[in-house]
């Protein structure tokens, strides 16, 4: 059975430190644009719940996937799906598809890290 509300915890979290890190990555890379620093909240705010809760499912519903191989395929349709809006709207973002790969892996381990703590 799934407990909805631990669920529900866990994403808020992980959508929270998305956002600050995937930020802090923008101002890295050199995003000053406001219009851009709002995408990369925005593209977040529209990936992060759907890789969140599909994981979720994966994990605690014990079907018959490797959890690690359904992880990478999420994370790299988050990317393609961040990329392409990147692509699209950004004023500012250079080498949208770079970008996207880095500012995800970054946040991703991150997140990993934060996970082990």
């Known amino acids: 059975m799934i ?3 631990l669920m529900i915890r866990g994403w808020l979290i992980s959508l929270s430190l998305t956002l600050v890190l995937e930020l802090a990555y923008a101002l890295l890379w050199g995003v000053r644009d406001w219009h851009d620093l709002i995408l990369t909240v ?3 705010i529209l990936t992060n719940p759907v890789v969140v809760f599909a994981a979720y499912f994966i994990r605690f519903r014990h079907l018959p996937v490797n959890y690690g191989l359904a992880t990478l395929l999420l994370e790299t349709l988050a ?3 961040e990329a392409l809006l990147y692509k ?3 004023q500012t973002i250079s080498r ?3 970008f996207a790969l880095s500012a995800n892996s970054f ?3 991150m997140g990993e890290i934060v996970n082990r703590m």
């Open 96 to 98: 949208p598809w770079l």
């Open 42 to 44: 925005l593209v977040n």
């Open 3 to 5: 407990n909805w509300s």
């Open 107 to 109: 946040s991703y381990a």
């Open 79 to 81: 990317v393609i799906t």
């Open 88 to 90: 699209k709207h950004a």
